[in-house]
């Protein structure tokens, strides 16, 4: 017989950010995660994550709602279930639950942690295997100030540490932001590769005017222009300019990435863990992707160590990552809750290899960051 789920915590943690992390709708200076532990009745545990960039001014989804969901309504259905049928579990909670994928994502990432350790497997193993071990990731440039990220993004080309760079636009009017972008382009030069981010800001006709200025400046992709539920204005887009668009807030998962290439679109997808509701619905992308010539892109929405691991996993057997990965989440936040950081090393990171993630709770640091009411 095997192991039945014994326990579920979710604990919230707040790390500040290295410096002020600017998007379209609010200014992040601390970054809050929803930290799970699964105990199982043999005693083994599990850790999954969940986080969102700006609380609701992204999403339905908050880091207090995420607790909350866990705490009242997956708990009850989870406790005393056998631990190891992921498939059924994460069915269940689908069923039961409407939305809330961010929570999901942090439950389903903790079962695999837990499968994991109790067969000696890391999650890409049982995910079918990795094809990669190093990742490559880019960093993004959001102080809003435009000297600030130039003197940023030269540093880390010197170390190696990135070599490709988003930036954060949308908040400020149009040709304010071409004029920064234009200018950090222009800096950092042709061997990196800049994009931007407009989380939505802009509408169609702006957008026609910025992606012109922006082909023109050199950038080479554009990450939702347009509000996420506008799919003709992407798809229009992408018609009108060689500057690829990158889909993210407009795209949670297969189906919604089927239908937005059956509109014509023709681009890259952002996959997330987190926006899929855990990683298996959000390799489902990768079939669909593939099969419309839709470019890959491993996403994040700023996870610490452990839900990056969990998303490093899930992109690492991906045969092709077309425009590689943000996944630096953890570089972020000012400290970390693991005892062993993620190893970040020439313009990308490595993949743990231990049992489930690879990843150990620091216990000291999580009692210091963990929210205190
Ligand atoms: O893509 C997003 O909107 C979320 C996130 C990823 C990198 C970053 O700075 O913010
Ligand atoms: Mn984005």
């Known amino acids: 017989m095997s192991a039945t789920i014994h326990s579920i915590e979710a604990i919230l943690v707040d790390i500040p950010t290295i410096r002020p992390h600017k998007l379209s709708m609010t200014t992040m200076g601390v970054q809050s995660m929803v930290i799970v532990r699964i105990k199982d009745s043999e005693g083994l545990e599990g850790l999954g994550e969940a986080t969102t960039i700006g609380g609701l001014s992204y999403g339905p989804e908050s880091p207090e709602s995420i607790k909350l969901t866990i705490d009242t309504y997956f708990k009850p259905q989870l406790i005393g279930q056998l631990a190891d049928n992921i498939n059924t579990l994460r069915v269940m909670l689908e069923r039961s639950t409407r939305g809330n994928r961010l929570a999901k994502s942090a439950i389903e990432t903790a079962l695999w942690d837990l499968y994991g350790k109790r067969t000696g497997r890391s999650l890409s193993a049982l995910l079918g295997g990795a094809v990669h071990s190093h990742l490559p990731v880019l960093w993004t440039l959001a102080s809003g100030d435009t000297t600030q990220d130039i003197h940023e993004a030269l540093g880390f080309i010197e170390t190696r540490r990135h070599c490709d760079f988003k930036l954060k636009i949308g908040s400020r009017a149009l040709m304010e932001d071409i004029r920064h972008v234009a200018a950090i382009k222009e800096a950092v030069g042709d061997t990196a590769s800049v994009r931007v981010d407009v989380n939505q800001a802009w ?119 077309h425009w590689g990965t943000e996944m630096f989440g953890p570089l972020l936040m000012k400290d970390d809750i693991v005892i062993q950081p993620l190893n970040f090393h020439n313009n990308g990171v490595d993949l743990p290899t231990g049992p489930g993630l690879g990843i150990e709770i620091d216990e000291e640091k999580l009692a210091f960051y963990r929210r205190k009411d």
């Open 203 to 321: 509408d169609e006709s702006t957008a026609a005017k910025g992606m012109a200025e922006l082909q023109a400046a050199g950038i080479d992709l554009v990450e939702q222009p347009t509000p996420m539920a506008d799919l003709a204005s992407l798809v229009r887009l992408s018609e009108k300019f060689h500057l690829p668009i990158l889909a993210d807030e407009a795209v949670a998962n297969a189906k919604d990435l089927y239908h937005l290439a059956a509109l014509g679109f023709s681009g890259a997808v952002a996959m997330k863990i987190a926006k899929a509701g855990g990683p298996l619905r959000a390799l489902e992308q990768a079939a669909v992707a593939s099969a419309a010539g839709i470019g890959l892109y491993g996403g994040t929405l700023l996870e610490g160590t452990i839900g990056t691991t969990a998303a490093l996993h899930a992109w690492s057997t991906c045969e092709k990552l």
